[in-house]
């Protein structure tokens, strides 16, 4: 293996990893103002496709950005009337919102297309297009640093780029603003923002709004790197990103490292489809397979304890 | 100090520095068909302390949330410093500067001190300058009030008692003028409580208005200064606290005389019943909770063992009572019972005598959704005599059962069909206990058995167990109130960090020394 293909995998691991990293903050947010959100996967697969559906219409990815983020959206808020306003569980709320999501994808968009459930094929304006860096052609010809800066940092789309940035960003409101400190009291308890004189119903679905935008943009990422809709293109992504958050520990910059990581194994997954081993070869199957290995690892509690906000899960009842 | 008995009677109000810190009038709260508050009316001076005293269900609770916005009186006026006000939320009474101290803290557990004294009440967008200002007055207010407590803590770190201070803390950052405290020394050790007090009376003589809710006649007579109190729903009297006694306000809250002390005879011990010997628990997460116990009880006697929640105490009795493991040898009646593996369970224990009230009576004494003649047999409904052949339980014999059980406990309402959930915690617990003592066991573990319990029932269910013991049996007694203790034990153990701190006889210590021992202090300790 040589430097180049260790930069052009690492490079494919970013590319992979952003839908994954703004999922897990998506489900970050609204998991630390005490709202389980198993719903992403919905909200992920229901923004590909109206951010799909738009591009292919309009021609601009740029409006299918912005029909993405309100589909992810309006499920968000969905999400938000079952379980905060209606107190209904969480849980199923979420699963009510995947299967959805599933089912309507495929009915609308067959019967709008014709194309047995796809979108048309994106082109051009269609997909975001990829950033190249001040000085990526200059600097590729250095030795070492100008084919990791060309490949590796520069020539993403500006999604990437964003979610790499949201992740300092969340920190900090997580943790330096006024807003963030409530946020992370609603999640662990509750009556404390309560008895405080502060909405707990108004910061969950400022919670649930974040989360809904920041799925928009993940899912339509994935449909401008799939050049179009495919029928559950989101592929487990909402639930791996779920793993993520879990492995991260709620925590911005883990999340970061642990989409990454899934990144990088699809990545890998992608590129060596079959390694031999003497004789033996792994097949394909199993490389392809190692992100939702992982995942049912971390599921399963092999990483050490990771504790959840106190209070996710649980609606909000005012006691006497 | 001027204080109005017959409250909410003065004709008019100005708002002048002499008007009470709080008056109600004619507060009426009804939630369905149960009036929960009727015509109440009281005025609280300025800089006084006031009690407020009823059993469960009597309506302080509903009065404070009245109080603190959580409910909207059907009809009545709240007036603060003479100035009527209209309180809907709690950031409204916030900002009338009412603080209010729950029962069950209101605090974010892994966040800091400061962080739980500013939230909701930053200052700006941002978190730093509200840290540096709330860390500068903590300082000064600790200083001020005795309410030391270290700012970039953890709350689950603290203690029950430094966790209570970040609730006073948080009400005056907010400038609480009036402090609502609600069961304060409910967890609180009796050093931990005399601090409380001590730091209330240096709040007091800042002017500030304090009125506390408890069930503690003996706080009640040690630091207010008028008290009033409720019965069902109703402001039966507002004295001062100078002109009444123990008596009369038990006599007040009930309704009828109550005897305070415990009437019993001298213990007459017997043989040994259980012998534990270096009896070791280990919990789920590894931490070890009791750490080699020796104990014994004998017939014919009360053991008591006190000591803060959380000592070892809860471990210690699901050891006894079959549903944790633990390491040692425990005899009972000469004979070694398992303490793991597949023997070791609530059946098993009951089949040699050991009959158990836990501590927790909502999850591990009853099923709230289950009728009181079911509860009547859990735990013993394979016993032969409740078959009706190899297929069917006996149901009508149980409920017969029930019926005869229910009026020799008193539980009311004495209807075996009735919901366990329907009962008030008294009568739940008189189920619990009739179910365990019917049982004719040798032993007896009963934890906390008046917790949440009006005083009536507990004057009927310490009599049970003083009963039980004059009948020859062993009982072993854990509780955290000091008073139960020291009234019904013939024998005190005292547990500290899961280790008996040492052994006394009732008429022989006193509550101050049990304190010290509670806290982890021994005598030699306190001799350096």
Request: aromatic fraction near 6%.
């Amino acid at each position: 293996m040589d430097y180049l293909t260790i930069i052009q995998i690492l490079d494919s691991a970013l590319r992979l990893a952003t839908p994954l990293l703004l999922t897990c903050l998506a489900g970050l947010f609204s998991e630390r103002a005490g709202v389980v959100d198993i719903g992403l996967e919905g909200k992920l697969l229901a923004a590909a496709f109206l951010a799909g559906a738009a591009a292919a219409v309009t021609g601009s990815i740029w409006i299918g950005l912005l029909a993405g983020v309100a589909g992810s959206l309006a499920f968000s808020m969905l999400h938000g009337l079952a379980s905060i306003t209606f107190k209904g569980d969480q849980l199923i709320s979420g699963v009510a919102l995947n299967f959805l999501a599933a089912g309507l994808t495929v009915v609308i968009g067959q019967s709008w297309f014709k194309l047995g459930g796809r979108t048309p094929s994106l082109s051009g304006d269609g997909r975001f297009e990829s950033w190249n860096l001040p000085f990526s052609d200059a600097m590729a010809k250095i030795p070492v640093v100008g084919p990791a800066y060309d490949e590796l940092i520069s020539g993403h789309t500006a999604l990437t780029y964003l979610a790499l940035l949201a992740v300092p960003l969340s920190w900090w409101v997580l943790y330096r603003s006024r807003f963030g400190l409530r946020l992370r009291a609603v999640g662990e308890n509750p009556s404390a923002v309560d008895t405080a004189g502060i909405s707990v119903v108004k910061l969950r679905y400022a919670a649930l709004v974040i989360a809904g935008v920041l799925c928009g943009l993940a899912g339509t990422y994935l449909a401008s790197l799939a050049a179009g809709f495919v029928k559950d293109m989101s592929a487990g992504r909402g639930y791996i990103a779920l793993a993520a958050l879990i492995f991260a520990k709620w925590r911005p910059w883990y999340a970061l490292w642990a989409t990454l990581l899934f990144g990088l194994l699809e990545a890998i997954g992608n590129r060596y489809q079959s390694i031999a081993l003497g004789d033996f070869v792994i097949p394909v199957q199993f490389m392809q397979a190692l992100p939702y290995i992982l995942t049912v690892i971390i599921l399963a509690g092999f990483v050490g304890k990771a504790i959840p906000p106190r209070a996710s899960g649980q609606s909000y009842v005012k006691e006497r | 100090m001027s204080v109005q008995n017959e409250a909410g009677r003065q004709e008019t109000v100005a708002p002048t520095a002499s008007a009470p810190a709080i008056e109600l009038r004619g507060i009426s709260k009804a939630f369905g068909p149960v009036q929960a508050n009727k015509d109440i009316s009281i005025s609280v001076a300025k800089g006084s302390i006031h009690g407020i005293i009823g059993e469960n269900g009597a309506g302080k609770s509903t009065l404070m949330s009245i109080l603190y916005g959580f409910y909207k009186a059907d009809a009545g006026q709240i007036l603060i410093n003479g100035q009527e006000v209209n309180i809907t939320d709690s950031q409204e009474a916030i900002a009338a500067g009412i603080g209010m101290v729950f029962q069950h803290f209101k605090l974010v557990e892994n966040f800091t001190v400061l962080e739980n004294v500013i939230l909701g009440a930053e200052d700006g967008g941002l978190l730093k300058p509200s840290l540096a200002k709330a860390r500068k007055l903590l300082k000064q207010l600790s200083d001020e009030y005795e309410l030391s407590v270290d700012p970039d803590a953890l709350i689950e770190d603290l203690s029950v008692g430094h966790q209570q201070r970040v609730e006073i803390l948080k009400a005056l950052y907010r400038q609480a003028d009036i402090l609502i405290l609600d069961e304060p020394t409910g967890v609180l050790t009796p050093a931990e409580a005399d601090h409380l007090f001590r730091i209330l009376e240096g709040l007091k003589k800042e002017g500030k208005t304090i009125i506390m809710i408890t069930h503690k006649l003996r706080e009640i007579m040690e630091i207010t200064d008028t008290v009033s109190v409720m019965r069902r729903g109703e402001m039966t009297a507002t004295v001062k606290t100078a002109e009444t006694s123990p008596e009369e306000l038990a006599e007040l809250m009930v309704g009828r005389k109550v005897l305070l002390r415990v009437d019993k005879k001298p213990a007459t011990p017997g043989a040994p019943v259980i012998k534990i010997e270096n009896l070791e628990v280990v919990d789920e997460q590894g931490v070890r909770r009791v750490k080699g116990i020796d104990l014994t009880v004998h017939q014919g006697e009360i053991l008591g063992i006190c000591g803060v929640a959380g000592n070892g105490q809860t471990e210690l009795l699901e050891v006894l009572g079959g549903y944790q493991n633990g390491t040692g040898k425990i005899l009972m009646n000469g004979q070694e019972i398992d303490l793991s593996g597949k023997h070791s369970n609530g059946q098993t224990r009951r089949a040699r005598g050991i009959a158990h009230v836990p501590e927790d009576r909502h999850d591990e004494g009853l099923i709230l959704e289950f009728q009181a003649w079911e509860n009547m047999v859990f735990g013993y409904h394979h016993d032969p005599k409740y078959q009706k052949n190899a297929l069917l339980m006996d149901n009508a014999g149980i409920k017969a059962m029930t019926q005869v059980s229910m009026d020799k406990f008193d539980v009311r309402p004495p209807n075996p069909k009735l919901e366990a959930k329907s009962f008030s915690g008294g009568n739940q617990q008189k189920i619990v206990l009739a179910r365990e003592i019917e049982r004719n066991p040798d032993l007896l573990l009963i934890g906390q058995p008046t917790r949440g319990v009006d005083i009536g029932a507990i004057e009927f269910i310490h009599q049970q167990i003083v009963a039980l013991r004059d009948e020859g049996k062993a009982i072993l007694l854990v509780s955290v109130e000091l008073d139960e203790i020291m009234s019904l034990s013939d024998r005190i153990v005292v547990m500290f960090d899961g280790q008996i701190m040492g052994e006394r006889l009732p008429s022989e210590t006193n509550e101050g020394e049990l304190g010290l021992l509670m806290a982890g202090i021994t005598d030699e300790e306190k001799a350096q």
